[in-house]
Structure formats: structure tokens, C-alpha cells
């Protein structure tokens, strides 16, 4: 095996050493200003280029430079060494840009398509008691800190649950649901919980002046009860947690996200959507029509108008032009 001209650098010096470097029994061996003996799986072959010479980098920091890289690349198919992707990835940082690249376009695939098609597999599969469970901790939460017992009359209250109790849900089984009136620190506000308790406030109630309205919009939350919305986003939300907690490696906040997430009620678009066309199909198949729906959207315009919208209901359910012309479309293709 012939031996190959190489410079070779102690890396403590930018003393230049002339050597020749042959390969005797899996070891590099240097002849000539400096004499140093490896053996192969210790060393580190830089990737192949068309100008720069191929290095070769010993663990302690030295290097040699080869400037015959064919008579180089003939000595590293004779050993065996494979010149292959791996040492390609490691030094080129072309590849190391395309697999984070591809990384988080996999990631952002996994999010946007598997990601719901998983929460929504999970929450269907929880044993209720866990969205019960996860519900009255929230609520519990939310009463010590933003909501007040209601004002209403307990009359005015059971009339309320009695009439929205009397409609028939558009399809399969009616969500378990629980009516719940409080007084709000935060404005005008209807949320359900993934308990089934579907919180209105005083302040929406006064805000409709309809009743309704009032039953549209408990419509609107019993689609995302039957939808499981709540539970998905939280689902969603926590595996997020937990897949960032895996890639930058900090898994303490994982546990704390959950309420958090919930008390941050903002579903996606097509939840929203799913949300709507529920109510509209709960609504006409009670004979009340689309009418309701679209009175609530008029008196959030109104509200909107009045005081801007980035707060409570409004910033999570903005009543915007696309939403009521769905709306008004669904009642026409209904009727
Ligand atoms: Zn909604």
C-alpha cells in the first residue's frame, strides 16, 4: 500500500509537520516530521469537496491535510472506510439544515393533521370520568377567581335549563350537560366544560335580552360538548407540551398546562364551525329556525362596535361576517 503525502498539524501549534500517511493493520500510520501511529475508528474523515483538501481530525485536536484526495480516496477504499453518508451528514451543514427543515415539517404535518385526528381519538376514548374530573377542578378554579354566584332568580334560572332541557338534540345522543348561571368579572361569557358544565354568565344573558338567543348560544356549546372539544384542545395541547418537552427536554410544565389551556378557551376555526352548524341543526329541528343564532351575532356586532372585541366571548367567538353568512346559508339549504 503506498504511502501518501499529508500535512499534518498537532493542533497546538500552527507548526506545519511533512509526513507521509500509510494505513498498516487498521492503524494510520505517520512517517516523516512527526511519527504517530491511530488506529482508524479513532479518526474523523472530513466530507469530500472539490477545492479543499481532505482532512483527517485525530481525538486530541490534530489533523492532517491531504491534498491527493484521489490517492486519498483509493487508500480509504482500500481500508475499508466507508465514505458514506454519515460522515457526509455530520460535516455538511447543507444536511443538517435539511433534516431540521424536514424535522419541523414533520412536525408541522404531525400538528396539523395527525395531531386532532389523535386528540379526537383520545377524548373519545376517556372514560367520562376523567372530562368530569378536569371540568369541576376548572370550574372550581374559575369560581375562586372570575365568577361570582349568579343574580339571577333561582326561578329565572330553572325556567332557563327547563326550556333549553325541552329541545331535542339534532342528532345521536344529547351531551351530558349541566346549566350553570354565574355573575363575571370578565364580561359577557358562555363556555362549556369538558364536565358538561356549560357555564353563561349573567352579563351574556342581559347582553341577549332573548331567551331564544340564549338557547342558540347554549346550542353553540352543547356542539362543542358533543364534539369533545374541550377535551381535544386540552389533549392537543398537552401532547404539544409534552413532544416540545421531549425536543428541548423540559417536562415540568406538562402537568400545570391543562387548566391553563382550558381557562385559554379559544378553539380552532372548524371547531367553531362544527360548533355553529350544530346549533343551526339543533335549532331548526326544533322548529325555532336560524333567527336566533343570528340575533346573537347582532348583538355581539353591537357590542363589538361599542367596546372592540378583544375580550371574554367575543375574542373566542368573533362575530364575524363569514360565521353569519354560514349561518344564514345553513338555515336557507334547511328550511
Ligand atoms: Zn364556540
Known amino acids: 500500500m503506498s504511502a501518501i503525502a ?11 509537520h ?39 481530525s485525530f481525538a486530541d485536536g490534530a489533523y492532517l491535510e491531504v491534498d491527493d484526495s484521489a490517492a486519498f480516496a483509493t487508500l480509504l477504499r482500500q481500508t475499508g472506510h466507508r465514505d458514506g453518508w454519515v460522515v457526509r451528514l455530520q460535516h455538511s451543514w447543507r444536511a443538517v439544515l435539511a433534516a431540521a427543515a424536514a424535522t419541523v415539517a414533520l412536525l408541522w404535518l404531525g400538528y396539523l393533521y ?9 377524548a373519545a376514548a376517556l372514560p367520562p370520568a376523567v372530562e368530569r374530573q378536569l371540568g369541576a377542578g376548572v370550574l372550581k378554579l374559575l369560581d375562586d377567581r372570575m365568577l361570582a354566584p349568579s343574580t339571577l332568580s333561582p326561578l329565572r334560572q330553572a325556567a332557563l335549563s327547563e326550556r333549553f332541557r325541552r329541545l331535542q338534540p339534532p342528532q345521536g345522543a344529547t351531551p351530558a350537560w349541566r346549566l350553570q348561571f354565574r ?28 331567551d331564544a338567543a340564549v338557547m342558540a348560544v347554549l346550542a ?47 378553539y380552532s376555526r372548524d371547531a367553531e364551525r362544527e360548533a355553529d352548524d350544530y346549533a343551526v341543526a339543533m335549532l331548526v329541528h326544533n322548529g325555532l329556525g336560524v333567527q336566533p343564532l343570528v340575533d346573537v351575532f347582532a348583538r355581539f356586532q353591537a357590542l363589538e362596535r361599542k367596546q372592540g372585541g378583544d375580550f371574554g366571548y367575543l375574542s373566542s367567538h368573533p362575530p364575524s361576517a363569514e360565521r353569519l353568512a354560514r349561518i344564514r346559508d345553513a338555515g336557507v339549504r334547511m328550511h
Do not use: C, W
Request: no cysteine; aromatic share 2%.
Open 220 to 266: 353553540h356549546e352543547l356542539g362543542h360538548l358533543h364534539e369533545h372539544h374541550g377535551m381535544r384542545r386540552v389533549i392537543q395541547g398537552s401532547i404539544v407540551t409534552a413532544v416540545s418537552g421531549l425536543v428541548f427536554g423540559d417536562l415540568s410544565t406538562l402537568m400545570a398546562t391543562a387548566p391553563a389551556l382550558l381557562l385559554d378557551m379559544k
Open 18 to 56: 511533512r509526513v507521509t500517511l500509510t494505513v498498516e493493520d487498521g492503524h494510520a500510520v505517520l512517517r516523516g516530521d512527526a511519527e504517530r501511529r491511530e488506529p482508524l475508528h479513532a479518526l474523523q474523515v472530513s466530507e469530500r469537496s472539490r477545492h479543499a483538501a481532505r482532512k483527517v
Open 6 to 16: 499529508a500535512r499534518y498539524f498537532d493542533g497546538r501549534s500552527s507548526r506545519l
Open 114 to 122: 395527525l395531531l386532532p385526528a389523535l386528540a379526537a381519538g383520545i
Open 183 to 210: 355573575s363575571s368579572r370578565i364580561g359577557p361569557n358562555a363556555f362549556a366544560l369538558p364536565s358538561g358544565d356549560i357555564v353563561m354568565t349573567d352579563q351574556l344573558v342581559k347582553l341577549l335580552d332573548n
